[in-house]
């Protein structure tokens, strides 16, 4: 009689062991895919930034970098009357940058920007730039 109680427990403690083991398995697999689908997020993904630099010569200028992983494809700059910003090329690899050269007398009228873009993954909505010349 003893003997089938401890044997009961030992298989009860044994069962709770592997059920707590898959578990933290199950915890682990979930991370690791996570960690996995963000790391293939940013191999796919373009990060564009815009920011306004030094103004000279009657000049003001936007630098845009893309400081993604990806190719940013289809480029399109924007002030908030949808009137479109002229760039030297549409599209920017991974670590590229354009700077753009706008007339002073323009620059002053746009209060905000907006830029677009598409990447492996999808298209990116204008997303805005407040301009403090």
Request: proline share 1%; hydrophobic share 35%; aromatic share 10%.
């Given at each position: ?25 199950e ?7 996570e ?30 970098e ?8 289809n ?19 991974h670590?590229?940058?354009s700077?753009i050269?706008?007339p ?30």
């Amino acid at each position: 009689m003893v003997v089938a109680v401890i044997s009961s427990v030992i298989a009860f403690f044994s069962l709770w062991v592997s059920w707590s083991a898959n578990k933290k398995t199950e915890k682990l697999n979930k991370l690791y895919l996570e960690k996995t689908e963000m790391e293939i997020k940013k191999e796919k993904s373009a990060d564009l930034q815009i920011k306004l630099v030094e103004s000279n010569k009657g000049f003001h200028y936007l630098k845009l970098e893309n400081k993604g992983k990806c190719k940013a494809e289809n480029i399109k700059i924007k002030d908030e009357g949808e009137k479109q910003i002229n760039l030297q090329s549409n599209s920017l690899k991974h670590g590229e940058e354009s700077t753009i050269g706008i007339p002073a007398d323009e620059a002053l009228s746009y209060k905000s920007l907006f830029v677009s873009w598409k990447d492996q993954l999808e298209d990116h909505d204008y997303e805005e730039l407040l301009v403090n010349w």
